[in-house]
């Protein structure tokens, strides 16, 4: 069993920056992939990034690619989305998820594990 628990969303203005933080509980985190999904209103939830279970191998959304950075460090129980040069269409509700023993998929199946969100709104 996995908790996990988002920080860090909040107000900030086109082209600024925000760093995510996603704690999980659970002596077994280092055996999960760990991804961000977003959910802007009125949209269906997306894939923003996955890391592997070792971090070795991260992924991204197209449109993500070069302004997010997705990391973790395993010692902590901790998974990170740095966000930079940040855009209103970036509004969101972020969440973070956990798949046991995972790769890294960019679908939301694979996931067993879910946070509550943490709001993301980026002010033109």
């Known amino acids: 069993q996995v908790q996990l628990v988002e920080s860090g969303g909040g107000l900030v203005q086109a082209g600024g920056s925000l760093r995510l933080s996603c704690a999980a509980s659970g002596r077994t985190f280092r055996n999960y992939a760990m991804a961000w999904f977003r959910q802007a209103p009125g949209k269906e939830r997306e894939f923003v990034a996955a890391?592997?279970?070792?971090?070795?191998?991260?992924y991204y959304a197209d449109s993500k690619k070069g302004r997010f950075t997705i990391s973790r460090d395993s010692a902590k129980n901790m998974v990170f989305l740095q966000m930079n040069s940040l855009k209103p269409e970036d509004t969101a509700v972020y969440y973070c998820?956990?798949?046991?023993?995972?790769?890294?998929?960019?679908?939301?199946?694979?996931?067993?594990?879910w946070g509550q969100g943490t709001q993301v709104i980026v002010s033109s």
């Open positions: 890391i592997n279970w070792s971090g070795s191998n991260t």
């Open positions: 998820a956990a798949d046991n023993y995972g790769s890294g998929s960019s679908s939301e199946k694979p996931y067993d594990y």
